[in-house]
């Protein structure tokens, strides 16, 4: 693998997190180290403990993986403390399974989607080990 493709590997499972309108492009720093030091790409993040109740919350609410894709919120919708929370949506924000992939000034609109394949990977499997329909992940 030639350094330019595995920068782009690198890009596309752990890139993509954003924390404000105008955030530079952010990896996650520990799927990368892990990367560097087990020599491979994996789904290291994800596999530390994604909380259970956050993928039955999603089951619950009919969520699927495409309803998490672009996701239109005002910050409102995304950025309120814990106990004010009656939708997964801050929640999967503030703990890193969405990000902000663009914001429109003149609506004050954020779409949130997911970060990367990593993230996408995880909720899928997430999803399908509780017995969710196929279909839900890419």
Not at 26 to 38: D, G, K, Q, R, V
Not at 49 to 64: C, D, E, F, M, V
Not at 75 to 91: A, I, K, Q, R, Y
């Amino acid at each position: 693998m030639t350094a330019s493709d595995a920068y782009a590997l690198l890009k596309e499972h752990y890139d993509g997190y954003h924390f404000c309108a105008q955030s530079p492009d952010i990896y996650n720093p520990f799927s990368l180290l892990s990367a560097f030091f087990n020599g491979s790409v994996g789904s290291y993040w994800f596999e530390t403990g994604t909380p259970s109740s956050l993928i039955r919350l999603l089951a619950a609410k009919g969520w699927q993986i495409v309803d998490l894709e672009e996701r239109e919120a005002l910050d409102t919708g995304f950025d309120v403390p814990t106990e004010s929370m009656d939708t997964p949506l801050p929640m999967l924000y503030q703990a890193g399974y969405l990000t902000i992939k663009s914001y429109d000034p003149e609506s004050t609109v954020y779409t949130l989607g997911i970060p990367n394949r990593e993230v996408s990977r995880g909720l899928s499997e997430g999803l399908v080990r509780l017995g969710c329909p196929r279909g839900w992940g890419r």
